[in-house]
């Protein structure tokens, strides 16, 4: 088995996409409107081969809790190869001023970068 994709829903769509198409590399598809849910959009961003995201809105969205201690999944981590990898894209993250905490090894051995995305959800970046 295999994660198919994962949906994320957004108070700002375009934005959300510009993020995962400049950041990541990701490709878009033309955006869907339903046409039963009223307001509902969406696009699908590939990036490389293998992650498939789905970036919904629609109106009435509230925004999710700062401190992110809620129920729920809690973040997104995106292996980018090496150690170099992870360096060169916390880099960029701190000149956007994305970048939540620098590039180092965790408890559990991951060398990682974790990066937030416009709307505050976090995106662990690993080698």
Same mark, same amino acid.
């Given at each position: 088995?295999?994660?198919?994709?994962?949906?994320?829903?957004?108070?700002?769509?375009?934005?959300?996409?510009?993020?995962?198409?400049?950041?990541?590399?990701?490709?878009? %598809?033309?955006?869907?409107? $339903?046409?039963? %849910?009223?307001?509902?959009?969406?696009?699908?961003?590939?990036?490389?081969?293998?992650?498939?995201?789905?970036?919904?809105?629609?109106? #009435?969205?509230?925004?999710?809790?700062?401190?992110?201690?809620? $129920?729920?999944?809690?973040?997104?981590?995106?292996?980018? #190869? =090496?150690?170099? %990898?992870?360096?060169?894209?916390?880099?960029?993250?701190?000149?956007? =001023?994305?970048?939540?905490?620098?590039?180092?090894?965790? #408890?559990?051995?991951?060398?990682?970068?974790?990066?937030?995305?416009?709307?505050? %959800?976090?995106?662990?970046?690993?080698?």
């Amino acid at each position: 088995m295999k994660i198919a994709h994962m949906a994320l829903w957004t108070q700002d769509l375009e934005r959300q996409a510009h993020f995962w198409v400049t950041f990541f590399g990701g490709e878009i %598809n033309e955006k869907y409107r $339903s046409k039963t %849910n009223p307001g509902f959009e969406s696009y699908f961003v590939k990036i490389g081969e293998d992650i498939a995201i789905e970036l919904m809105t629609k109106p #009435g969205l509230t925004q999710h809790a700062p401190d992110n201690n809620t $129920s729920g999944w809690v973040h997104l981590a995106i292996s980018v #190869g =090496g150690s170099e %990898n992870v360096d060169a894209m916390a880099m960029r993250a701190k000149e956007q =001023g994305i970048l939540v905490s620098d590039p180092r090894t965790t #408890g559990d051995g991951y060398y990682e970068a974790v990066i937030q995305d416009p709307d505050g %959800n976090l995106i662990e970046i690993v080698a």
